[in-house]
Nanobody
Framework: QVQLVESGGGLVQPGGSLRLSCAAS????????MSWYRQAPGKERELVAR????????NYADSVKGRFTISRDNAKNTVYLQMNSLKPEDTAVYYC???????????WGQGTQVSVSS
């Protein structure tokens, strides 16, 4: 059974930091590109950051470049999102996604809420 379980969300003040984790099971994690998406109320889901399966190349949405860092630990089947200098506009539900190399199979987690407010 495939599972992606996110954790680490919560309420933080502007300028603060959070680290999200996504623990994967039930598929060959190291063969999948892993991504974080987010969806704010009334908005479409958007890609935040992605890390490739083998080379570990990363790419980021312009809105988070320089503030967020995606990483993965294939030994632990876990992907992380370190979020620094958080802004109120980062408030959203954050979802973990795994996509195989063919682009034919993807998996989603249930999401974790991140709220940035004073």
């Amino acid at each position: 059974q495939v599972q992606l379980v996110e954790s680490g969300g919560g309420l933080v003040q502007p300028g603060g930091s959070l680290r999200l984790s996504c623990a994967a099971s039930g598929f060959t994690f190291s063969s999948y590109a892993m991504s974080w998406y987010r969806q704010a109320p009334g908005k479409e889901r958007e890609l935040v950051a992605r890390i490739t399966s083998i080379a570990g190349r990363t790419n980021y949405a312009d809105s988070v470049k320089g503030r967020f860092t995606i990483s993965r630990d294939n030994a632990k089947n876990t992907v992380y999102l370190q979020m620094n200098s958080l802004k109120p506009e980062d408030t959203a539900v954050y979802y973990c996604n795994g996509l195989n190399r063919a682009g034919s199979t993807d998996y989603w987690g249930q999401g974790t809420q991140v709220s940035v407010s004073s």
